[in-house]
């Protein structure tokens, strides 16, 4: 039950111009848009761009992070814009939810390590660093620290408040 709803049509001239830089029809982006400039500063700051990481780390960052924050419409909104795109199986994704970093590979499993981390501790240890410095080179830790850090903050947005699950978005996989 939401807690704070979407904004309606028709929005304050603020609220359009903020929505107009993003796709409308999304709840939670027409819930942030209760405060305009915080939803345009959300875009300025968004990371779904071709980072210093692929596509598969990317969502498998984002998937791990909101899985591990239970923040499900994040999760399934992007289960069902980026998975299939990223070459996830369906095992894989029950995996970002359910699994741990012995259900991956290389530099997946570590991804998982370092989600884990930062979700849990809020920082990496040096031996962590360390290893997974055999990975990802600088750029690519910066911008692994900030898909957590970011997805951190959308998973407390739709978490405090309450926003309904997208159509089609798939809801967290039962335990298998």
Do not use: C
Not at 31 to 38: D, L, Q, S
Not at 152 to 163: D, I, K, P, R
């Amino acid at each position: 039950m939401p807690r704070l709803n979407p904004l309606a049509l028709p929005y304050s001239a603020e609220a359009a111009a903020a929505l107009a830089q993003m796709p409308a029809d999304i709840a939670l982006f027409r819930t942030v848009a209760h405060n305009p400039r915080v939803l345009t500063r959300w875009k300025e700051g968004g990371l779904l761009d071709r980072g210093s990481i692929t596509l598969r780390q990317r969502e498998l960052v984002i998937l791990r992070t909101t899985a591990l924050l239970k923040a499900e419409y994040e999760w399934g909104v992007h289960v069902a814009f980026f998975a299939a795109k990223a070459g996830f199986t369906s095992a894989e994704i029950a995996a970002t939810v359910h699994g741990q970093a012995s259900d991956w590979q290389g530099e997946e499993a570590m991804l998982i390590r370092l989600v884990g981390a930062l979700v849990h501790g809020a920082s990496i240890d040096n031996a962590l660093w360390g290893e997974a410095s055999a990975y990802f080179d600088a750029a690519q830790m910066v911008e692994i620290i900030s898909l957590v850090g970011f997805y951190h903050m959308v998973s407390f947005m739709v978490n405090a408040t309450g926003v309904a699950r997208e159509p089609g978005a798939p809801e967290f996989p039962a335990r298998g």
